[in-house]
């Protein structure tokens, strides 16, 4: 039974109508898959050789225990920002002959089979070939081995749990995921390391009849989430009930005096806060924000990277929700075509929308003024740029984007999350800034080439009227394309 | 008012609509029966620009609908839940229609008045998202917004389907009072019975091709049911 799921589900995922656009997509993610599989393969190969290196004198097998726990906790933050959790989208097998608890079975076994539990695979056999069954005896090295992977089994679950809680207590996620924070931060900074105090617990556990508690562990997991998934198994869970309040957001009234274009942004902005999945979104952007501190101070001198840091902290908003620009609309967008709404104005507010949240950030990372004036400067540029050229192609592109969402259905997070292909997509237009700027740095005129950019990015913005009107004709084409998989 | 033009809309080798010529006044009730896949949401969809014939045009007052956007300001339409948008509440939905009418407030509320019977008090003041209506709730949320601004072209597909049966009755009443000499009012309909009470002319479509053009009279409910018993 599990077997023919996993088979339909394949079917869902092939027949899915927007299966040749994200064609192009999935062959990028695979080269990523394979680069980082054998980069693992070669760390894995060579991990001993390294740490004894590194750390000469010390058990390289301990040293790397250490690391492993470190590596959990970055794991789980990894994974709950790109990790594709299954989810009960399997309403319509409900009323059919298969039990829940083979349905939630199948859920789980399906969490299984994912990329984020393979990587870590190609690490730690070769090093348990390699180091473990040298170093402890080939019964121990057993052990050992058993534990590593139920701990990455565990780490699973847990960023399962993790994503289905998300959705509901997003409070408790906070928590679990500043904790987690907390500790990395700790252990960069030196000041409490928590894997040099884990790892004599964790070369305790294959070290005797300990090595019980992980797999206990998982098993306590696994099932808790099964339970979990089986009372979950109606069709109204998850659904908000209708009793929520209404959220209001005031202060957007003003754009109501700005005609058509006001007044769709209005409406925007409200979908944008009344779901779930468009807030997480918006939520994103600020961690683009203040990411650039995971990357220590180092940055502060290099160009390059003020460059691609600016692209991001101001166009966090537009870089995330623009990419599915038109089908934040899909489940209404039948209302765009026939209401009384230009479609050069719909086109416009989109325009503005996304341009604009660059104006937005770059006031929010005004703050970085304090740090180092020059972060701040490059930020303006990039501003000017994103606003001028890089919306633009997100109005272009995504017109052939038609993947259909539903922003109402209870579990946003899990049907159609962020899975990792949506930062893959962000890597060829954070490239663009560099095919104008690098040839003046190259020449030694670095301000010149943020000149150029800002230049750029200021005609963009001066011609957008011309520029719109050229998206248009396309859009009148585009949108029979867009209402066809959008209704389907 | 409407005139189709030589339409042809094909799905690969299946005709979904195939007009030569059709043409709508001002003034009539047309309701639009035929089995499922006859093409009567295909017809429509054309008629709101929301599919491209694979030939022909079709003119809205006179305008090919797919170039000119001027039939937006006059035509009101509610095909299916596409037509909502599922995050607002419906008294701010019903708003935001009239202000792309240029309606004012005051005038919106004179007009959703009349609507109160129909609404039953489940829908004008309820603090929920259209997207927690239940369906006959979104339904008459999505007929009375395509109501608002006066339109002088209506389009409804399936209005009386998922109703109950009371307001099925005002429904009818309400496009009966709709009927004037400026206004076109297209209905589709399974329910033979409802569509004939509420049109003046029942055209009937059969694998996208128009096999009836009727002028209503006493004998046309009999004349459809005796024509869909038989196929």
Redo the contacts between chains.
Sequence with gaps: MLWKLLKLEWLGFRRAPHWGQSMAVNVIMGFFAVYMLLTALALGFTGGYILEETFPGENVIHKFNGFFVYYLLMDIWVRFLMQKFPSFSLSKYLTLNIKKSTLSRFLLTKSIFSFFNLLPLFVIVPFFFTNVVGGLGSSKAMLWLVTMVTFIFINNFLSFWLDRTANKQPLIVFLVLATISGLIYLEYKGIFSLSSYSAPIVNKLYGSIFFVLPIAGLAAIYYSLYKNLLSNAYLDAGA???N???SEIDGLDFL?NYG?VG?WLR?ES??IW??KKSRNYLFMSFIFLVYPFAFGMDWFDNIYLLIVFGLLMVGGFMLNYGQLLFSWNS?????I???????NNFLRSKYILIAGSNLLFFVLSLPYLFLEPRIVLVNLVMMLFNAGTIAYFYLWFTMNNSKKMS??KGNIFNQEGISAAHYVIMIPIVALPFLIFVPFKLMGHEYLGLLMLALLGILGIVFHKQIIDRAIEIFK?KK?FL??N??K | MIRLENIKKTYGLKVALDVADLEINAGQVVGLVGNNGAGKTTMFSIL?????PNSGVAYSQGLPIASS?HW??Y?G?Y???????????PD?YFK??S???HFSSSDLTNFLNQFDDLFNNEIRGV???I???SKGNQKKTGIVAALI?EPEVIILDEPFANLDPTTQIRLKTTIKNLKSPDKTILVSSHDLTHVTEVSDRIILLENGVVIKDLVKTEETLKELESYFQVI
């Design positions: 908000s009930g209708g929520d309040s209404i109501d058509e007044k409406i409200m979908l009344r779901n489940t209404h967008f039948d209302f075509i026939t209401q009384n709404l230009s479609l922003l109402s084409y029979y209402h066809n959008f209704t | 709101l620009d929301l599919i491209n956007e937006k300001s035509t339409s095909i299916s839940e596409n037509f909502l948008l599922e995050f607002l509440t701010e935001f229609i202000e792309l009418h603090k929920k998202y997207r927690d209506l601004g």
